[in-house]
């Protein structure tokens, strides 16, 4: 109800300082209860996904929960899930701002932050100290690697950052397709996954065994794939019987916004034109995967009809960044009436 009256002034500042300022009156709204008073009620509607049970089918997507710093404020929303990062072994900068621009006319934004994060020692104290894993809230915790970290020696940035958040995530997402830093992406080619794969699998054997409990590896995979590129990532996952698969990170792509200001900034398109490219990855996702591993939809949701059609495509579980910033928290309990099964005696 508020955000119709905040966002101008938000879209009035720079996407960075507007960032900030929203999760400096969250955290505040949070800390005295009100943000818990005003937020929307979120219709419950559990389903149980990689043998966890999720409230609801919407969740946040990684990026704009860098650090974990603000968990309890977003769980006010009512997200079944929040996911929070990407971070990585050591704190670093990220690129030179500006580095983040809004596309109004397309609901878009484009974004080349390049992981920029206080590190995973910090990411984790600050995880410790939010109420809402305690309390039964399902908490993705997404890594990466450092921009000075070689491909031939990512592979110990995973672990690294595997090993330190284990214990405390609900799953952990492995991103290999963001577009801002150099190289990254092609992580998901075949040699390289099947050994960053292995890898992190024979790791979270060991980490089983050592914590008492099975924490989720997921991965999240881009939509400049080509659909052979697709299918053939979709088999590496099953081969290495990973968890799950988010799907899609942000797109290199213009065509849909060209000629847009801003179109022609460096780094990741998101929101709107992105929309119908995340889903037809998912629908070739589905075809190859039939079912053997659950796919989290993203890219574009602004609806709930949008999140509809992810489910359609074949995902399970969804989740939202630029709709949020468009639309605002109202967009979650929009999502989860969506896609919840119609109350008995309703079609
Ligand atoms: C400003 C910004 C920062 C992001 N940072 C990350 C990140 O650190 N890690 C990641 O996996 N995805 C990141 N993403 C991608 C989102 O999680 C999501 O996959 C993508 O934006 C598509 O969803 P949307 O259209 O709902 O925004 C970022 C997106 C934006 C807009």
Known sequence: MLYPLLRPLLFALDPETAHDAAFAGLDAAAACGV??????????SPVDVMGLRFPNRVGLAAGL???AAHIDGLATFGFGFIECGTVTPRPQPGNPKPRMFRLPEAQALINRLGFNNDGVERFLRNVAGARFASAGGILGLNIGRNFDTPNARAVDDYVTCFRAVYASASYVTVNISSPNTKGLRDLQEDAALGRLLGTLKSEQAKLAQVHGKHTPLVVKI??????ADLRRVARSLLAHEVDGVIATNTTIDR?????LPHADEAGGLSGAPLREKATAVIRTLADELRGALPIIGVGGIMSGPDAREKIAAGATLVQIYTGLIY?????????????????????
Do not use: M, Q, W
């Not at 881009?222 to 659909?227: A, N, R, V, Y």
């Open 255 to 259: 065509a849909a916004v060209a000629k």
């Open 65 to 67: 929960d860098k650090n």
């Open 35 to 44: 943000a818990r008073l005003v937020a929307p009620r979120v219709r419950a």
């Open 327 to 347: 639309k605002g928290p109202e967009l979650v309990a929009e999502i989860a009436d969506a896609l919840a099964p119609a109350p008995a005696g309703r079609p």
């Open 222 to 227: 881009s939509p400049d794939l080509t659909t």
